[in-house]
Every structure is written in C-alpha cells, then in structure tokens.
C-alpha cells in the first residue's frame, strides 16, 4: 500500500497544475505565430495558480473534515465496545443498572444520566438510577420521578428524544426543589424481546472534558450521533440486564432448592429422631409410678438420645456456616448476604466499594463483621417492610473499615436504640467493641434506617 504525505499531496495539487499550463503556454507560444505576451502569460499563469489553490484548500479542507469524523466516530466506537464489555464482566443486577447509567453518560460526554425501569404496565418508573448527582442531593431532592413531564414523552412513544432546551418543551413541568439546573436532554428507550423495559436518559452536553467539573449549565445540544451512539449502547444494555435478571433468578432457584433440601433434612433425620425421644418420654410417663428403676434407665438413654439430636442440628449448622463466612474475604461474604436477603425478600440490595485493602482485615475481623451485617440486614428483611437497602465499603485514611448499611423502609424507633427487647442490637454493639471499634445505629431523615460500623484495620 502506497502512503502519499497529505502535506506533499497539498503541494502537488497546486503545482502540477501550475506546470501543466506553463507547459500549455510555452508549446502554445512555439506553434502559433503570434505569441502571447509575457504580462499575458503571467496573468494566466496567475489565474491557475489561484485557482488551483483555492480548490485545493477547499478539497482538503473537505478531507480534513472527514479525517476528524471519521476519528471521532472510531473513538465513539471504541469508547462504545468497552463500555459493552464492561458490562458483562458484571451479573448483579443492581450494579448493572448502575454501570449502564455511568457508562452512557461518559459515551456521550454528558454531564448528568439517569436510567427509569418501567413497571409492569410499562407506564411508570419502578426504579430510577442517577448518575453524576451525589447521593446527598438526591435525598435532598426527594421521592424520584414516576415518568411524568418530559420523560412521558418517551414512555408513551417508545422512540428516542432529542431536547435542546428542557425548559421549553411542551411537557416540561420543571424541576423539583435542589434539583441541578439541566439544559439539553437525549433519551432513547431500553428493549428487550420487543418490549420496553425502561428509558436511559443523558442530560447536558459537555463541549470537552474540562467542563465536567464545571457547574454552569452547558448550552451545547446533543448531535445525531450522541443518538446513534447511544442507542447501540442500549441493546447492549438490554442483554447485560437481561442476563443480571437471569442470574438472580437462577440464584433465587438456587436458594429455594436450599430451603427444600434443608427441609427435607430436618424432617428425615433431625426431626424424626426428636420425635423418637418424646415417644420415648411418653412410655417413661406411662411406667415412671410402677418400674421407677427401669425408668429411670430409659430417662438416661432418652437425654443421650436428644444430645445426640443436638450434636447433629449443631454440625447441620456448622456445615452450612463456612459457605457463607469461613474461607470468605469480607467483600465475598457481603455479596453472599446480599444475594440471600434478595432471593428471601426481593428487596432490591446493591454493594458498593471504595479503596479496600483486604490484606490488612484479619479473618476474625471478617467473621465478625460479617456477622454484624447479617444482623442489621435481618432486622431490615423482619422490621423495616423496606425495598432497597444499600451496603458500602470503604477505607478511611487507610486505618478503618467503614461498613455503612441503609435502607429505605421503617425507620427504627428511638426508643429501640436504648432499650431494645431483642438481643440482635446488643450483640451488633458487643461485636464491634470487641473488635476495638464503633458502631452508629440511628433513623435517617427521609425515612428507613442507617447502621455505620467502623473497625480499625491492623498495621501494613
């Protein structure tokens, strides 16, 4: 393949032309008998020489056009396939919604992306993920959208929406109190199997990455190509939550098949041998008044009997105990609850990390904490009637693990915080003093409850 310097070919345009007339005018000036003058000669030759230049910076300035389309769009592409990628090294459905409305937001250079998931009738918002607006001014915002105003116009036609000014639009109700000020908007809908699941939604266009910390709002509108670009990555989108739906109802599948072998088991063999042993004290009943000795001989053998009944529920439970805690790394063993409080609940639980250094969390600090955990999200599946509930670990000053536990249900009394007639809560509080470190429990002030555990990490 013959690579040809754009710069040189610029010269060429010019100049093979310009030669080409000097060669016309000199074989001109020796056929002809009258020559032509060389003020004529010069003019011509100056005319082409305009001429040529002029064409020339138009054509390659059409080129130059093109190069930075034709760039931009293989940037757009390859920004596109990562993006897809990305999703499917993950199979949490929670974290899915979450990296689809991250991921389109960053394609298309936006400043803010939300994601609606359609209910059932397909009409409203069961489920609305942002991306780009802190977790603080969301609660300060309030309840999310139900798919009015503007975003009715994509639900009910089921086509992608391209909006220069939000404010303007026919169906614009305007934003609620402490919502950040948004301009142009572009929302294509979400399909799978031919039927809308939800919306994804991007919100001010960013002119270039330095203007993503700015807080003005961008008057730059969204281009056919944020569309195409955007749309392609919903199908990707469609499959990714398809499969995180798939998986957790594989993992649902998987629990309730627990549950049944669990129950078989105890009915089979634990259960059965209890009722063994009352069968045993109801003869001893019948016998203690007329053969006290041999009574007495049986009341033995039916206190052996239920010991060995608890020797067996006792190694039942520490067999199941280790899939959840032993051998597990503290991000490991949350998953694990996570995934069991959905599969029981259906409420919808997302984990989220920071910078986790797992070296320096012991494997009793791990057992505790994860115990910890396993309280506070049972008192959220027993109390609090909630239907999201969010874990996040982090580091702080890379000397605590901090494990922050919130939900959006009942908020938990504080008459409950000081005298609680349960033991859950003051196990909760004698784990962590017992681990050096301390446990904040309270109610939030939108509603639901927030438990926030913070262990010291042992030395690097």
Known sequence: MIVVNKRLLRWLTIVLPVGFTILLL?????????????????????????????FSAWVFRIIDVREAEIARR?????????????????????????????????????????????????????????????SERRREIGEPPMGHGVFSVLIDDGRPLRVDDIRRHHRSVGFPASHPEMKSLLGVPIISK????????????????AAETSSAVSEHPFESEDQQVLEMFATQAAIAIENAKLYRQVQQLAVLEERQRFGMDLHDGIIQSIYAVGLMLEDIQRRVENEPKASGARIGKAIQSLNQVIRDLRNYILDLRPQHFQGRDILQGVEELARALRANSLVDVSVTQGSINLERITPAQTVEILHIAQEALSNVQKHARATEVS??????????????????????????????????????????????????????????????????????
């Open 194 to 209: 031919g039927k809308v699941i939800g919306d994804l939604y991007v919100a001010d266009k960013l002119p270039n990455v």
């Open 391 to 460: 874990i996040r670990l982090e580091n702080l000053d890379n000397r605590v693990l901090q494990m922050c536990i919130e939900d959006n249900g009942t908020s938990i009394p504080r008459e409950a915080l000081t005298d609680s007639p349960g033991n859950g809560l003051r196990n909760m509080r004698e784990r962590t003093n017992g681990l050096g470190g301390e446990i904040e429990i309270g109610p939030l002030t939108e509603g639901g409850t927030r438990v926030a555990v913070r262990i010291p990490l042992r030395e690097g």
């Open 74 to 134: 293989a940037s757009q592409l390859e920004a596109l396939s990562s993006a897809a990628l990305a999703l499917t090294t993950e199979l949490d459905l929670a974290l899915v919604l979450q990296k689809v409305v991250d991921l389109s937001k960053d394609l298309v250079a936006a400043r803010f992306g939300a994601l609606g998931v359609l209910d059932e009738t397909g009409k409203y918002f069961e489920q609305f993920i942002t991306s780009g607006i802190s």
């Open 26 to 54: 000199v074989l001109t000036d020796l056929l002809f008998a009258t020559p032509a003058s060389v003020s004529e000669l010069a003019f011509a030759l100056l005319l082409v020489a305009l001429g040529t230049s002029g």
